[in-house]
């Protein structure tokens, strides 16, 4: 590679923390040199980031699951990158890594820092970059110990009715196709025919429920009949409400998401049906996918079985340009992004 | 005993559906002659009832764990009383039984309702009648299977914390005292000095926080220095919302009701701090006594050894008379009672 000093990252900084949707002086955009991981370290050019719904909470202040983005720091994301530079014996340049990358074009990797972010060679005969990013990813990795850890489908009893809402969306279109593999009656809550029709026709779910034309508690009741045993929850607010009214008892709700409720301005809505958990005995879990991590390596495999064998499939909606990013997040809030949406930064 | 055609049954039936607190009107009293129950039945005089917060959800219209009580009907209850009558050999009169007596002063059970209404032989060497409306009944079980089956307290890892509203209450006081013996930290919540003092000096609670007089959330910083690690709710709104905001990674949030909504004439206060439950991987849910009969013996006498031993406490607050159930019933939703709220029927 040409020297370090050559290069030029360009970077997205959190200029400070928002209020609701994120406005575009929240962001600062920076040009800055690339630096030397110094011994051991490596540096890895972006590729291709994440864009996801946690990040919104990593930008506001306060006691969270991982500490808030700092002022004035890069805004944190994951991603696919390439080794440009490596002095460390276990990588080399060209391999080809995912990790907490962030909104950068080069990220310098010092030895000590190289596992605490994460990065870890990815394989591309297994899934493509931007399937490294949803169903072999995070979102595949929360989709996967969400529904099984959490959920816990019973699969001895056929047919059990997992719900999930954001059902396009990067972990709401994996749970929903491992549901089915694993034999449960999968419904999914979407917003528009578009997206709607690609989870049923695409996907294969039994039924999707447009929340933005019709009234999820008339498609529960039509498409699950028999209840719902698993609701896989992405979104909060009224549709957590409605699915409340219809749970089975002993249901488990997985709470990995409440993206309606991330811009409020005020309180979050809770959940005002909560008291169905008690009535029906059921449970209401949260999930982080950290958690997993040991475990992630399991998933991989048995996810990238079903794509091979063409069992699972994925969808990414990619904009294009490190610029663009301010507004591919919002794209987000605004249930604009029509499968896992990846910002392509790099194309080699 | 006398016949039955001699005995005039009192009974307090559900004249109309209340809207928020119980008013007067709701209530219809009658007298009837007792119905004879047949071969194989049973006359049960009552002694005395148990007067539950739950009480207030059967009086509603719709789906819930059991069946609404029906306009017109006998208002529903779990009581203790003694046979007077019986038709069946496994059953003599003098026995003292619990079960579902309702708010008369004679339930006549035909043979095949006898089961179906929980009807079960208790010894009053092992507790007085109203332990066993208490400790050893329906308030003692939701608190041994809530706290140990829902809970699961950490025992091998010295002082979990467990958090429980309504300390001073029926189901409160035993959740405390149990956690204690099981070797936890354990704080209540409750209202008023009186109730707290009694709490820690009597029962020997770690701490109580007065939500009357103080800061729930103060309370909770203060007494509660390493989070919450089980918070057994009884009450819902501000306080589960108070205690979401301290709970520990993987706590264990356990529903058991939501006295301060139960008469709410609009839709119920959800947890607005629920996501908590994602950011700490925990879990809130649901249980109904009701699931756990089949080991209500094994709770039974493992309380009864506490009880014997003197390492649990009991408080009974009884109200005397059948005709003063409509107030009874209300003070539990004004934090009238203190300790577990009994209605005297009969003294023998």
Redesign the interface.
């Known amino acids: 590679m040409s020297s370090l000093a050559s290069l030029k990252n360009h970077q997205v900084r959190l200029a400070k923390r928002p209020v609701g949707l994120p406005t575009s002086d929240v962001w600062q955009f920076t040009e800055e040199a690339v630096a030397d991981p110094g011994p051991g370290g490596i540096v890895v050019k972006t590729l291709a980031l994440s864009i996801d719904p946690a990040m919104r909470g990593w930008m506001n202040e306060g ?3 991982i500490p808030p983005v700092e002022l004035g720091a890069v805004m944190r994301a994951g991603g696919i990158g390439r080794i440009v530079l490596s002095h460390n014996e276990n990588y080399k340049e060209g391999d080809i890594v995912i990790g907490g990358l962030d909104v950068q074009e080069y990220s310098s990797f010092p030895e000590k820092s190289i596992k605490r972010s994460g990065v870890t060679k990815v394989d591309l005969r297994v899934g493509s970059e931007t399937q490294w990013l949803n169903v072999l990813g995070m979102p595949g990795m929360t989709a996967y110990f969400g529904l099984m850890d959490i959920g816990q489908p019973n699969l001895t009893k056929a047919g059990e009715t997992v719900v999930v809402s954001g059902a396009a969306g990067a972990v709401g279109q994996t749970v929903g196709q491992l549901a089915k593999i694993k034999g449960c009656r999968v419904v999914g809550i979407a917003g528009g025919p578009e997206k709607c029709n690609w989870v049923v026709n695409e996907l294969g779910f039994d039924a999707c429920i447009d929340y933005k034309t019709g009234s999820v508690k008339d498609g529960l009741k039509q498409h699950c009949p028999e209840g719902v045993d698993v609701y896989f929850d992405n979104v ?1 607010g009224e549709i957590l ?1 409605t699915v409340l009214t219809r749970i089975n008892k002993k249901a488990r709700i997985i ?4 993206i309606s ?1 991330y811009n409020n301005t005020t ?22 996918v950290f ?1 997993y991590a040991d475990r992630y390596h399991l998933a991989v495999a048995e996810m990238a079985g079903y794509l091979k064998q063409g069992k699972m499939k994925s969808k990414e909606d990619v904009v294009s340009g490190i610029q663009k990013f301010p507004e591919a997040l919002n794209m987000l809030f605004e249930g604009k992004n029509f499968g896992k949406l990846v910002l392509r930064v790099a194309s080699e």
Chains 1, 2 share one sequence.
């Open positions: 006691k969270s699951y909060g409400d709470i990995c998401g409440a409720q309180a979050v809505n809770g959940p005002k049906n909560y008291l169905s958990l008690l009535v029906n005995r059921a449970r209401m879990e949260g999930m982080v958690d």
